[in-house]
Structures are given as C-alpha cells and as structure tokens.
T-cell receptor, first 111, second 114 residues
Framework: DQQVKQNSPSLSVQEGRISILNCDYT??????FLWYKKYPAEGPTFLIS???IKDKNEDGRFTVFLNKSAKHLSLHIVPSQPGDSAVYFC??????????WGAGTKLIIKP | NAGVTQTPKFRILKIGQSMTLQCTQD?????MYWYRQDPGMGLKLIYY???????DKGEVPNGYNVSRSTTEDFPLRLELAAPSQTSVYFC?????????????FGEGSWLTVV
C-alpha cells in the first residue's frame, strides 16, 4: 500500500520549457513534504520542501505546489536545463517523523 | 567535507553469506538511517538511530542488524544473505529527525545476492 505515489516513471521535456512532476498521497496526517533529486551513482540530495500550512513554496527555478484537498503536490521547474536531468523523489513526513518516499520520476531534458 | 561515506560501493554475495555495510559521517549528526531502494520503488527505511547506543527498527528491518557505538558510525549487518536483499542501500544522517530537508545521503552501496 503506497502512501506516496509518483505515477509517472519518466518524463521528457524540451530544454527551456516547464517541467511538472506530480506526486499524490493518501494520508491526510502528512504535514511536511519534500522533493529530492538523485543523479546516477549518487545519493539523493534535498531540493525543496513545503509545509502543509502553505500551498506554494518557491526557490529560484523550482516551485512546489500543494493541494491538500486533492492530496496532491507538484514540482515545477522553469526553465528546464540539461543539468535538471535526474530522478526526482517526492517524500512526506508522517506523525512519527519518518519519511515516506515515492518511487521517483526520471526527468529527461532534451536539448 | 566528506559528509556521509559508505563502503563498499559494490558487492556480490552468495546466499547465506554475511557482510557489513559501513557508514560514517563527519557532521556530528545525531540521527542516522539505513534505507534500501528496490527497482521502481521508493526508499524504504531499514533501521535508524537517534544517537549513540540507541537504534530502532524502520519499515523493513528483517534480515538486518545495526549498532551505533559512536556518533560517527552506523554499520548495517546482513547475517544470512538472501536474494530478496539484492538492492541499493543508502546510509543517511541528519542533525534532528524533525525536518526532512536536513537529511544527507551517502552515495549508495549496490548489493547483489546470488
């Protein structure tokens, strides 16, 4: 039973365009959400986060939107750059302060 | 600045063999974690530690053991390797457990059990 789902295993986007990565969750008690980025043969690195009391958080080219009623969050990357090609993981923090992870979406930025 | 260092990076084990994945961090973090990532799946927490001398089970602890004798080191022990333990293992650390964005990961250890 996956509590955090990333339904798109991969996404291909033209360089300069917007990349939108989606994440759905089932547990309404999650109160903090994070996006991590992972390059091949490296560990995940933190990208951006959002608290459940907000609906948007922005950091440079990266914006995370949270829709609590739909239990959905998305990561927007504008404009997409070749270095953004990586696997992106969505994670949610539960009441025990553990992170529940999605399966990841592989983003490919085409030149 | 080494951060989180885990060894070995690659290992092939035979069924029934034992091995230890080493993990050390130089950031003086209290919390340390071991995750596994199977193909097409998210990270699953195996064990974690909130400080030296304290360890707790995560979501998938069966077949593993850990110890935390020092703040820096958090080795993961596989006693009787099974094919189901073929996975990529990530060690991680954080100053506290209350904010996910402070988690730092090692580069991963690829383990194959044949």
């Amino acid at each position: 039973d996956q509590q955090v789902k990333q339904n798109s295993p991969s996404l291909s986007v033209q360089e300069g365009r917007i990349s939108i990565l989606n994440c759905d969750y089932t547990n309404s008690m999650f109160d903090y959400f994070l996006w991590y980025k992972k390059y091949p043969a490296e560990g995940p690195t933190f990208l951006i986060s959002i608290s459940s009391i907000k609906d948007k958080n922005e950091d440079g080219r990266f914006t995370v939107f949270l829709n609590k009623s739909a239990k959905h969050l998305s990561l927007h990357i504008v404009p997409s750059q070749p270095g953004d090609s990586a696997v992106y993981f969505c994670a949610a923090k539960d009441s025990n302060y553990q992170l529940i992870w999605g399966a990841g979406t592989k983003l490919i930025i085409k030149p | 600045n080494a951060g989180v260092t885990q060894t070995p990076k690659f290992r092939i084990l035979k069924i029934g063999q034992s091995m230890t994945l080493q993990c050390t961090q130089d950031m003086n973090h209290n919390y340390m974690y071991w995750y596994r990532q199977d193909p097409g799946m998210g990270l699953k927490l195996i064990y974690y530690s909130v400080g030296a001398g304290i360890t707790d089970k995560g979501e998938v602890p069966n077949g593993y053991n850990v110890s935390r004798s020092t703040t820096e080191d958090f080795p993961l022990r596989l006693e009787l390797a099974a094919p189901s333990q073929t996975s990529v293992y990530f060690c991680a650390s954080s100053y506290s457990g209350h904010s996910g964005n402070t988690i730092y990961f090692g580069e991963g250890s690829w383990l194959t059990v044949v």
